[in-house]
């Protein structure tokens, strides 16, 4: 079985980007305890009307993935984030596709 990786994009309203950060700064720690969980990393960008979060997972498998989708570390983000954002989150499932060597041709 092969690792899951995601990437979920997170886009604030104006005036609520502070507290999207601080909301998905709490939950990097209990995500991280969560089983499987190999990487769920924040990363921020500027965009043109403010900015967006990026958040990188790496998931040991399908299984794990799910169960996080129903642990109370995302239940309670996702009543942090509630009427906060300007768009739905844009979450993308991926498959690596290992090359090079082990340790840079894989997340």
Avoid at 5 to 23: D, F, Q, R, S
Avoid at 34 to 58: I, Q
Avoid at 59 to 85: C, I, N
């Amino acid at each position: 079985m092969s690792a899951v990786i995601v990437v979920a994009t997170i886009t604030p309203k104006a005036g609520e980007e502070a507290a999207v950060k601080e909301a998905l700064l709490a939950a990097v720690p209990k995500v991280h305890a969560e089983p499987g969980c190999g990487k769920y990393a924040l990363h921020e960008r500027s965009v043109d009307d403010g900015v967006e979060f990026v958040m990188l997972e790496r998931w040991e498998s399908g299984q794990d993935l799910k169960a996080h989708g129903a642990a109370p570390a995302l239940a309670e983000l996702g009543g942090a984030l509630k009427g906060r954002l300007a768009a739905p989150l844009d979450v993308r499932y991926l498959t690596g596709v290992p090359a090079g060597t082990a340790e840079q041709g894989t997340i």
